[in-house]
């Protein structure tokens, strides 16, 4: 049973930076292409940035140049660095894994809550 755990969310000013880890258990992490979704309220869920088993990055338009998505496949844990965050990027962040080839992921985390003060 795969289980996602998410750490590292919080309250943070305006331009402030946090980092996120998510700690995969249950899985072949190696095989999964690991990504992070936001959901604000009153939105939909959107796809922050997901990273691939060979470490090719994708990232949603409203964060890259600020967000960076990692991977370490000896710790099973994927990792978003978020800078000069803005209140726009307040959400719960999820960690999730997704099998090559699978249309949407297969496992997600319970969430984190980022909260960005102006």
């Known amino acids: 049973q795969a289980r996602l755990v998410e750490s590292g969310g919080g309250l943070v000013q305006t331009g402030g930076s946090l980092r996120l880890s998510c700690a995969a258990s249950?899985?072949?992490?190696?095989?999964?292409?690991m990504g992070w979704y936001r959901q604000a309220p009153g939105k939909q869920r959107e796809l922050v940035a997901d990273?691939?088993?060979?470490?090719?990055?994708n990232y949603a338009g409203s964060v890259k140049d600020r967000f960076t998505i990692s991977r370490d496949n000896a710790k099973n844990t994927v990792y978003l660095q978020m800078n000069s965050l803005k209140p726009e990027d307040t959400a719960v962040y999820y960690c999730?894994?997704?099998?090559?080839?699978?249309?949407?992921?297969?496992?997600w985390g319970q969430g984190t809550q980022v909260t960005v003060s102006s």
């Open positions: 990273i691939t088993t060979g470490a090719s990055t």
């Open positions: 999730t894994a997704k099998r090559f080839g699978a249309p949407t992921p297969n496992s």
């Open positions: 249950g899985i072949f992490f190696n095989f999964y292409v």
